[in-house]
């Protein structure tokens, strides 16, 4: 009887160890492929109004991080990116700021009677929250290594018609937004 249970014991530490095993190999492989996904991707929350209706404050996005350089991609007029600014957070910290892309080094851009003109021709302002663009700013030209950006939501938005942000060094992107993950409702890639 006593080799018995000892026979049931040995087998329940062995299933225990094995159970073990098996747990850290999972979370070591759970680790690894979230750190290749992190190589790739940064997973960012929406925290302001600026990209309004095609952004919410509080959208969970995720941001390409290898988008322009793995797939080969230019960049181009309206794409939604991610860059470094020289603003910083209540914190203290670096802020990140979430902008659409008007216009590439060489464009010329003007804002005249509530409308956005690159390179003479009117921009497509369909997806803005207000459908226009208040005031106006005098032709400027996109320096080369730099975009010009505007926020969705231009009565609220600090962007490139500001001295504090201005053109955008290419270098300073971090990324082109691909998804949305939150909210579920809203869930989709984007192009």
Request: glycine share 8%; charged share 30%.
């Amino acid at each position: 009887m006593g080799k018995d249970k000892a026979k049931v014991r040995d087998k329940k530490l062995e299933d225990s160890r094995s159970n073990t095993r098996e747990w850290i190999k999972d979370i070591g492989i759970a680790v690894i492929i979230a750190v290749l996904f992190l190589q790739f991707f940064m997973p960012t929350i929406v925290r302001e109004h600026s990209m309004e209706n095609t952004l919410h404050q509080n959208d969970y996005v995720f941001v390409s991080r290898r988008y322009y350089t793995w797939f080969k991609k230019d960049i181009q007029r309206g794409d939604i990116i991610v860059f470094r600014s020289d603003l910083t957070t209540a914190a203290g910290s670096e802020k990140l700021l979430v902008k659409r892309i008007i216009a590439l080094p060489g464009d010329t851009v003007r804002i005249e009677d509530d409308k956005v003109y690159v390179n003479g021709e009117p921009a497509d302002d369909s997806y803005t929250k207000d459908g226009c663009t208040g005031g106006s700013m005098a032709e400027v030209t996109v320096p080369q290594g730099h975009v010009f950006v505007l926020g969705d939501n231009r009565q609220n938005s600090t962007d490139s018609r500001s001295p504090i942000v201005g053109f955008i060094d290419i270098n300073d992107i971090k990324g082109k937004v691909v998804f949305r993950l939150l909210p579920f409702n809203r869930m989709g890639l984007f192009d």
